[in-house]
Nanobody, 122 residues
Framework: QVQLAESGGGLVQDGGSLRITCTAS???????MAWFRQAPGMEREFVAS????????GYADSVKGRFTISRDDSKNTLYLQMNSLKVEDTAVYFC????????????????WGQGTQVTVSS
């Protein structure tokens, strides 16, 4: 099992940058990790994922080229660097863990953090 806790969310202006963090307990290095987000009234959606070796990454088209997912297994930490933020990036961001191969499907991730709010103002 793994327990996840996100941090680093906040308020940022349109075009700004923010890095959010997910700290894990347990055997972090065994897991594929991902970021999802959920805006008010919307379904939770995939943002980015990184395989347990860190060599395979995937991004939603809406964030490709602006967001970067990374992991530091020595610190049991997952990161999401978000640049050129847009108002439509406003959401609660969740990290998730799975022992499945890199995947964009919510259902394959059994472990979730509580979320961190990211608000982008115009």
């Amino acid at each position: 099992q793994v327990q996840l806790a996100e941090s680093g969310g906040g308020l940022v202006q349109d075009g700004g940058s923010l890095r959010i963090t997910c700290t894990a307990s347990g055997r972090f290095s065994d897991y594929t990790m991902a970021w999802f987000r959920q805006a008010p009234g919307m379904e939770r959606e995939f943002v980015a994922s990184i395989a347990w070796l860190g060599d395979i990454k995937g991004y939603a088209d809406s964030v490709k080229g602006r967001f970067t997912i990374s992991r530091d297994d020595s610190k049991n930490t997952l990161y999401l660097q978000m640049n050129s933020l847009k108002v439509e990036d406003t959401a609660v961001y969740f990290c998730a863990a799975s022992k499945a191969p890199t995947d964009r499907t919510i259902g394959v991730y059994p472990y979730w953090g509580q979320g961190t709010q990211v608000t982008v103002s115009s």
